[in-house]
């Protein structure tokens, strides 16, 4: 088992591109999770999924993101229309069944020009 | 709303231990977490400890909850400059973690 993957580790795009991400979780992981960090603060809630079902959204997560998780293994995260305050470092983490630790990736460093 | 918060700095000597600090507000938490983040990279479970417990020790990690006053804090033992990064504690709510703002612990030779 290698952990959470996600890729890119790295997008740089122009204000106005639309941008995924995406997420491979701990195999056997039923509950995959988006966070958002920004630099100097901890990681923030955006999303959560049990199997395909997304089943909370952040109030961070405007109309302008959508993540999926359609066959409840990996996950993608789009942002349309970037703007420059999306810039941020976006982690995704996996818990697996009766547990409550999650596990994190990498992450994707995110820079809106 | 949830709440939990850090002090954004600690300095210490290699070979001294280290104190991190975390108080929060929600009650509920069953499990309170440790984890570290060095620059540029995903974050890293340290350790844990589950809300009805007061210790946990794991090698030169030593977990304290003082459930009564709401604060966690991290002792690392014999601090070496590996331990430089960040440190983030985070508190379960019902399907997502808060966390703190993260203590940059730096560690002089």
């Known amino acids: 088992d290698t952990g959470v993957s996600q890729d890119p580790r790295h997008k740089i795009t122009k204000r106005g591109q639309n941008v995924t991400f995406r997420c491979d979780p701990i195999s056997e992981h039923n509950r995959l999770y988006w966070y958002r960090q920004t630099l100097g603060q901890g990681p923030e809630f955006l999303t959560y999924?049990?199997?395909?079902?997304?089943?909370?959204k952040s109030r961070l997560l405007s109309d302008r993101f959508s993540a999926e998780r359609p066959k409840g293994s990996f996950s993608t995260l789009e942002i349309q229309r970037t703007e420059q305050g999306d810039s941020a470092m976006y982690l995704c983490?996996?818990?697996?069944?009766?547990?409550?630790?999650?596990?994190f990736g990498p992450g994707t460093r995110l820079t809106v020009l | 709303g949830e709440d939990v918060e850090q002090s954004l700095f600690l300095s210490v000597r290699e070979g001294d231990s280290s104190v991190i600090n975390c108080t929060y507000t929600d009650s509920s938490s069953t499990y309170l977490y440790w984890y570290k983040q060095e620059p540029g990279a995903g974050l890293q479970l340290l350790t844990y400890i589950f809300s009805n417990m007061d210790m946990k020790q794991d090698q030169r990690l030593t977990v304290l909850l003082n459930k009564k006053d709401k604060h966690l804090s991290l002792r690392i033992a014999d601090t070496q400059t590996g331990d430089s990064a960040i440190y983030f504690c985070a508190v379960s709510g019902t399907y997502k973690y808060i966390f703190g703002t993260g203590t940059r612990l730096k560690v002089l030779a």
């Open positions: 983490a996996s818990t697996g069944e009766g547990t409550d630790t999650q596990y």
């Open positions: 999924f049990q199997n395909e079902a997304q089943l909370e």
